[in-house]
Structure formats: structure tokens, C-alpha cells
């Protein structure tokens, strides 16, 4: 009896941690570890006069098997946000970007309050372990901290053509602890 | 005892479910997910290969300059070929400020885009080269450069970037103009009507997403 109680409890534990609590199920750590993320790739931010003012993306790769399961509603974002406590995107950067360049298909580019990112609106297009560069310069804050870390994201979105897409679906830790200045392979 | 014992555990699993859902709730979220369900929404411009899309854009676009002639709006402007500086200026007069541009190596892909300062389009192409040519030479240093790159590489040493849309803010009625333009293949408002409302009904700031379409059909 005492078995068949600890058993339901636990079940019980489980369920209520995946299932009614989904965001847990989220992935906090650092990697490629959910479907739609890229395998293999490099984060990188550069630094001109003491102040990180570019985000680049080196060498961004995904197998066969995360393509073929995009379709033509997907989109994905490979974002750059602030990783340390109380401060802010806007602390760091200012709106809007300089020059851009990206080899994502379907690309675009955004600098929103809290993260600028790359884009890629047809992931159905990317080829498997085709290398994809990009950069975004940006406009540094004059009074951008001397020290930050960074977080790079993988976000997943479905566009099906509505008013209000793409949404997003999910989302994943690429990189965490980015310090300024520096890049990093996930 | 065992009932009790049940209960108790329990109860301390609701307990504690409690907790995490109002931990989750509270926990920063680092992606956007939240902030676009509450308050900001996307919507992606410059799409041509949509069934009726241009038709829709350049009915939109005369029903403004005929009821609002001399506002103001943002407006995607997708060419139906890659084209110079030079023909950007021509297209494009100096009444219309132009705010950024899309450039490719035609039939290659890879997209760039660079700001545009008082109209000046030259200087919004010699900034991408410079920046790209910086990007290069520290990317070069490393391993595993894409084939693009180097193809891209070579196509800005020889000046083979081209122009195939402009960002720009214009009176409605020089926009409409240039809608009908031979070159021209969308002036896609940064504007819509259904959202307008939504926004002043929902307080819900609308994000215009550039993605216009390039005149190879290369994504």
C-alpha cells in the first residue's frame, strides 16, 4: 500500500512538473539540445572603442533531420540578448542597426527592446550542414556597462500568413555567459 | 495512519505545484513569447510571391492617397530587378526619404541591408562594403567559412551588390505614384487598417517585419 502511494506521488511529481507546468519542460541549459535549434555554430560580439557595437553568427549549421521537419509556416531567430542581472538590451544598444548582412534564407533583422536577432522565415529552404554567416552592426549606448555577459537564443515561430505572425512556439538556450567582447561555439 | 500519510503527501504536492507555476510565472522570460502574446505583434511586409498580394497593397495604398493625400507613411518599395544607385535616384525622388535599402549578389545568396542618410544611396552602399570587408577579414581568421562568403567576398571587391528594395516615408500620394512605377513591383504600406483599430482597441504595438522578395526568386 505504502509502495502503491509513494508510486502515485511520484507520478503525480512528474506530471504535474511536464505537464500542467510546461515551461519547465523549457530548456535552460546551454546547446543544441531541442529540434529546431542549429547543431553546430558560433555567437560572437565585437567591440570597438571599449563598447559592442556587432553581433555576428559564424558558421551556423542544421542536420537533415531538424529540416525536413520545417515547413512553410516556420520561421526561426537566432537572438542576442542581455545575460546579466539589471541590465537591460536597451542599456547595451540603442534602436535600430547600421549595415546588416545574413545568409539565412528568408532573412531578416530585428533590434527590438530586449534582444536584436537574426531571422529566418524559411527554414525550409536551409540546406543540411550548409555553414550560414551573418552580422548586424548596431548602435551602442553612450553609457553601455564596461562589463556584461550576453545569452544567445534559438526561437521557433509559426507564420501562417495571419495579421499577427510569426508566433512563437518555443525557444532555447544557445549560448549563456557570453562575456563582451568575445564569442563562443555552441 | 496510511490515509493520513496519503493526504498529507498530497497535499504537499499541490503545495508545491503552486509555488513552481507562480516561480514560472515570475521568472523572467528570456525569449519575447510573453511580450508577443501581451503587448507587441508581427507582421511580416514585402512578400510578393503571396496569390493577390500586390494587388491588395496597391488598392490599399490608393484608397490612403485618396482619402489622405498629404500623411506620411513608412512603405517597403520592392523592385522588379536588381538595380543601381544611380536608377534608385532616378525612381525615387528627393520629396520621399529613404531609410534603409536591400542589397544581394544576384543569383547568390546571402541579404544585406545598410541605412540610408539623407537619401544619399551611395553612401548606404560604400557603408555595407566597409562593413563587410571588416566582417570578412576578422571571419576569415577562423575556420569554416560558408561558400557564400567567399562568393559575396568577391562580388564586393567588384562592386556586384545591387539594390532591390528601399525602406522609405513618404506623402500617400507620391507613394502611390511610384506604385504604378514599371520598376516597381509593391509599395507595402507599413500600415493596415484592421490593425490600426486593434491597436488603439488592445493598446498592441505592431512590428513590421522586411522581408521583401528578391528578383532572382533566391530566399
Known amino acids: 500500500m505504502k509502495h502503491n502511494i509513494l508510486f502515485l506521488c511520484f507520478f503525480l511529481f512528474v506530471f504535474t512538473l511536464c505537464a500542467i507546468n510546461p515551461s519547465y519542460a523549457a530548456d535552460y541549459t546551454e546547446g543544441d539540445d531541442l529540434w529546431f535549434s542549429p547543431d553546430s555554430g558560433c555567437g560572437y560580439n565585437g567591440v570597438n572603442n571599449n563598447k559592442m ?9 542544421w542536420n537533415s533531420n ?5 515547413d512553410g509556416w516556420d520561421a526561426l531567430e537566432l537572438e542576442f540578448r542581455s545575460g546579466t542581472s539589471g541590465v537591460q538590451w536597451r542599456d547595451l544598444i540603442d534602436y535600430g542597426y547600421e549595415s546588416t548582412y545574413s545568409e539565412l534564407p528568408g532573412a531578416y533583422f530585428e533590434n527590438d527592446s530586449d534582444d536584436a536577432s537574426f531571422g529566418c522565415h524559411d527554414p525550409h529552404y ?5 555553414n550560414y554567416e551573418g552580422y548586424m552592426d548596431l548602435y551602442p549606448q553612450s553609457s553601455q556597462p564596461s562589463s556584461f555577459q550576453l545569452i544567445v537564443e534559438c526561437e521557433w515561430a509559426k507564420d501562417y500568413g495571419y495579421l499577427y505572425d510569426p508566433y512563437p512556439e518555443d525557444w532555447e538556450y544557445l549560448l549563456i555567459n557570453l562575456n563582451k567582447g568575445s564569442g563562443r561555439y555552441w | 495512519m496510511n490515509r493520513k500519510l ?7 504536492i499541490l503545495i508545491f505545484s503552486s509555488v513552481m507555476q507562480v516561480m514560472a510565472q515570475e521568472q523572467p522570460s528570456p525569449s519575447n513569447i510573453n511580450e508577443c502574446i501581451s503587448n507587441s505583434s508581427n507582421i511580416i511586409i514585402g512578400d510578393c510571391t503571396k496569390e493577390g498580394y500586390t494587388e ?5 495604398i490608393s484608397i490612403l492617397a485618396d482619402k489622405n493625400p498629404n500623411d506620411y ?19 525615387i525622388n528627393s520629396s520621399i526619404n529613404s531609410e534603409r535599402i536591400w542589397l544581394a549578389n544576384p543569383n547568390h545568396i546571402g541579404v544585406a541591408t545598410s541605412a540610408v542618410r539623407n ?9 555595407f562594403y566597409k562593413s563587410f570587408n571588416e566582417y570578412v577579414s576578422k571571419r576569415l581568421v577562423h ?43 509593391i509599395v507595402d504600406l507599413h500600415s493596415n487598417q484592421d490593425c490600426a483599430v486593434e491597436e488603439t482597441k488592445d493598446n498592441i504595438a505592431v512590428n513590421y517585419i522586411n522581408i521583401p522578395t528578391r528578383p532572382d526568386g533566391i530566399k
Not at chain 1, 66 to 70: D, K, N, R, Y
Not at chain 2, 119 to 127: C, E, K, L, M, Y
Not at chain 2, 169 to 179: I, P
Request: glycine share 2%.
Open chain 2, 119 to 127: 537619401n544619399d544611396f551611395i553612401g548606404a552602399v560604400n557603408t
Open chain 2, 143 to 185: 575556420d569554416n567559412v560558408s561558400e557564400a562568403l567567399m562568393t559575396n567576398k568577391k562580388a564586393v571587391e567588384q562592386g556586384d551588390f545591387k539594390i532591390y528594395a528601399v525602406l522609405v516615408e513618404g506623402k500617400a500620394n507620391d507613394l502611390k505614384s511610384l506604385a504604378t512605377h514599371t520598376s516597381i513591383r
Open chain 2, 73 to 91: 507613411y513608412k512603405a517597403l518599395i520592392v523592385f522588379n530587378e536588381f538595380i543601381t544607385t544611380k536608377e534608385v535616384e532616378t525612381i
Open chain 2, 6 to 12: 496519503y493526504i498529507l503527501i498530497l497535499s504537499l
Open chain 2, 56 to 60: 491588395e497593397a496597391l488598392n490599399k
Open chain 1, 66 to 70: 531538424a529540416i525536413s521537419e520545417f
Open chain 1, 53 to 61: 557595437d556587432r553581433i555576428d553568427i559564424w558558421s551556423v549549421s
Open chain 1, 126 to 130: 536551409l540546406v543540411a550542414n550548409q
